[in-house]
């Protein structure tokens, strides 16, 4: 008993020295090393261009670079920022996110200018999963209210995902103005829609209110995140539809085989754009401002946009997403933007305390 | 003062290193939720946790919890005496197995009971499974359907993403506690008073009620508070077999979790408060009963 108990001190101490010892080498000379603090399904994303970075780097600088990597949902990680976590930059799944490390103080206005494209290097948007052969019928959103259909989507209260996806479905219900952002004209089109709208009638929209209450009614689970919704789905194998991030409804295919799902686009849907900031407060700090920008800017090359597309998110750079069109085909899009006039105030109104979700969901007794 | 030699010398020390290693490990921590909580006004604090689904989340929390630790306090009795007063095979194996849900990760049992526990799962769909199998058997003997399909679903228990299913996982992780309390009372009991209830013409119901429960009965219900306390808190296994529905099946844990994805750190705290000093009403309550017990048994 007491040796077993010396063994078991003896890993745990070892295991510490393990999780300390990486971060106890940064900036000794030139090495460098940066925390990118990021939410749950760009793992994989960013472990390919994190590598990408490092070698184009060391080219350019002679500077060594490690990139570190922490991934969880995106609120959880907006918070273990603001609690303190020595990010670098982040790469959040939901603007509201980056607001909120801005309001408290780590993070100057304006971040959203610092970079190209609403500082999205890359974008997604949201979509359908289904069983094999749809055997529902699911086709467009109409149908995910249809009595006979059960809805997977996760809670937005704690997922990003979510919170795009009732966007989605909102704006599509309201007839929000959709673009094809694959091609130059499309996309300038849709940005100068966006900084011009002044009045927003889709929160005004009965029948979109409508919708989003009767789409929950069709939701038997509620996960916390969109990889928990993913495995409702594709695993535990409850509901008829998923809805999540397009990147995530390839994954799942990947992951549990293409023989079993159905990706179903919709007819219009929304622009997802996961932005990326520096946190200003950390990279003055630790001094590493100049590797923070060359690494953000560095997700808007040829290189990392490549990955990128790999990896089934939207690349903003035209050439490469029309190289991998046939899996991201062009769509009808609207924004955030010009639908409900940016992210602060979409937050404030759907998902923050007593807002429309906490009136869905307000028990009747 | 008449006061017995300490058998550890050094008083003063001992006190000193209680109080230090209490508050930094339990006052200090406590003191900060409650005065983070103050950052809210009485009535902000009022409307956080009279929010309906707050409220909602209280109820199936403590009810929930509470159903577990008294189906716990009954099996968790039978385990234990079981386990001391009838040798059988393995007896060994399955008293160290009594601990296992100290060590599981609970969201390991989580993901484990609400696989076993869907539709298709073994047990979720057992009858179903039951069917399948013995006409898979029967096909090859010959005798293709030889039960209707559906006709053993009344032994299906499809209970992943419902509320039954958070009390199953609650019973899992708040199994030992019962067990390990009432376990050594068992050992240490003398079977002589067994022997002279008997001989005094008392039967075996009677032995156990009059002689025997009233014996175990502060163990058995320390126990049943500790799995009752464990239940409250816990979070990993219970969000993934509940269907986390806001004012349905939502856990307190899980709304404090949801304000904290907010950044409502304050109303977090607040309902983190009020779930500390209810779980702290109920065990004083529950404290004050076993005191009562065992002085009843002096008395008596």
């Not at chain 1, 401002?289 to 953000?296: E, F, M, N, P």
Request: glycine share 8%; with cysteine.
């Amino acid at each position: 008993m007491f040796r077993s108990k010396i063994a078991v001190i003896g890993l745990v101490v070892a295991a510490a020295a393990l999780a300390v010892g990486p971060a106890r080498q940064a900036r000794s000379g030139q090495d460098v090393t940066l925390l990118n603090v990021s939410y749950d399904p760009t793992r994989e994303l960013y472990s390919a261009i994190n590598d990408l970075f490092t070698e184009a780097y060391k080219a350019k600088t002679g500077v060594n670079v490690t990139v570190e990597q922490s991934h969880g949902g995106s609120s959880k990680q907006a918070r273990a920022v603001i609690d303190g976590l020595q990010a670098d930059v982040v790469t959040l799944g939901v603007g509201s996110d980056i607001l909120a490390i801005e309001k408290a103080g780590l993070i100057k206005p304006g971040w959203q200018d610092r970079f190209p494209d609403n500082a999205s290097p890359y974008t997604s948007t949201v979509a359908f999963l289904v069983r094999k052969g749809n055997p529902k019928h699911i086709k467009d959103w109409k149908d995910l209210l249809r009595s006979d259909v059960q809805v997977i989507v996760a809670n937005p209260k704690t997922s990003g995902a979510a919170r795009w996806s009732f966007l989605a479905l909102w704006g599509a219900t309201a007839g929000a103005k959709t673009y094809d952002l694959s091609t130059p004209e499309g996309l300038a089109a849709s940005i100068a829609a966006g900084k011009a709208a002044k009045d927003f009638p889709a929160y005004k929209n009965a029948a979109a209110l409508a919708a989003v209450t009767e789409l929950y009614k069709h939701v038997p689970v509620l996960d916390t995140g969109s990889r928990g919704a993913t495995v409702t789905f594709a695993q535990k194998g409850i509901g008829d539809v998923l809805l999540n991030w397009e990147n995530e409804l390839y994954l799942a295919q990947d992951e549990f085989g293409g023989d079993k799902f159905d990706i179903v686009y919709p007819s219009t849907s929304i622009l997802g754009e996961p932005p990326v900031a520096i946190v200003d407060s950390v990279v003055d700090k630790k001094k590493t401002r100049a590797v923070a920008q060359a690494y953000l800017d560095f997700l808007y090359s040829k290189a990392a946009q490549d990955v990128i597309g790999q990896w089934h998110y939207r690349p903003r750079d035209i050439e490469t997403l029309k190289k991998y069109s046939a899996e991201l085909p062009p769509l009808k899009l609207f924004t955030v933007d010009e639908t409900f006039g940016g992210w602060a105030r979409a937050q404030k109104t759907f998902f923050a305390d007593g807002g429309i979700f906490d009136q869905i969901y307000k028990p009747t007794n | 003062m008449g006061r017995a030699t300490p058998v550890i010398p050094g008083f003063s020390l001992t006190l000193g290193y209680t109080l230090f290693y209490l508050s930094l490990f339990v006052l200090i921590p406590l003191a900060g939720l409650v005065f983070k909580t103050t950052q809210l006004t009485w009535g902000e604090f009022w409307h956080t946790i009279t929010d309906p689904v707050v409220v909602a989340a209280f109820r199936l929390t403590f009810g929930a919890s509470a159903l577990a630790a008294l189906i716990n306090g009954i099996c968790g009795l039978m385990v234990a005496w079981v386990l001391v007063r009838e040798p059988f095979p393995g007896r060994k194996l399955f008293d160290a197995l009594i601990d296992f849900p100290f060590a599981l990760p609970t969201a390991v049992a989580g993901i484990a009971f609400s696989t076993l526990y869907i539709g298709s799962g073994w047990i979720g769909g057992f009858g179903d499974h039951l069917v399948s199998g013995t006409n898979w058997v029967a096909a090859r003997l010959g005798h293709p359907d030889f039960i209707p399909s559906g006709a053993l679903s009344f032994l299906d228990f499809p209970l992943s993403n419902t509320n039954a299913g958070i009390v199953v996982v609650l019973i899992f992780v708040g199994l030992p506690f019962v067990v390990r309390t009432v376990q050594p009372v068992l050992q240490e009991w003398d079977l002589e008073q067994e022997q002279a209830a008997e001989s005094l013409g008392a039967n075996g119901w009677t032995t156990f009620r009059r002689v025997i429960f009233p014996e175990i009965f502060p163990a058995w219900l320390s126990g049943m508070t500790l799995a009752f306390a464990r239940a409250i808190g816990e979070y990993g296994s219970v969000i993934f077999i509940a269907s986390n529905i806001p004012g349905k099946s939502q856990i307190v844990p899980l709304q404090i979790v949801t304000k904290l994805d907010e950044f409502q750190y304050s109303e977090a705290t607040a309902i983190g408060v009020v779930l500390l000093f209810a779980s702290l009403l109920i065990l004083l309550a529950i404290n004050g009963i076993e005191v009562w017990a065992r002085r009843r048994e002096q008395v008596a």
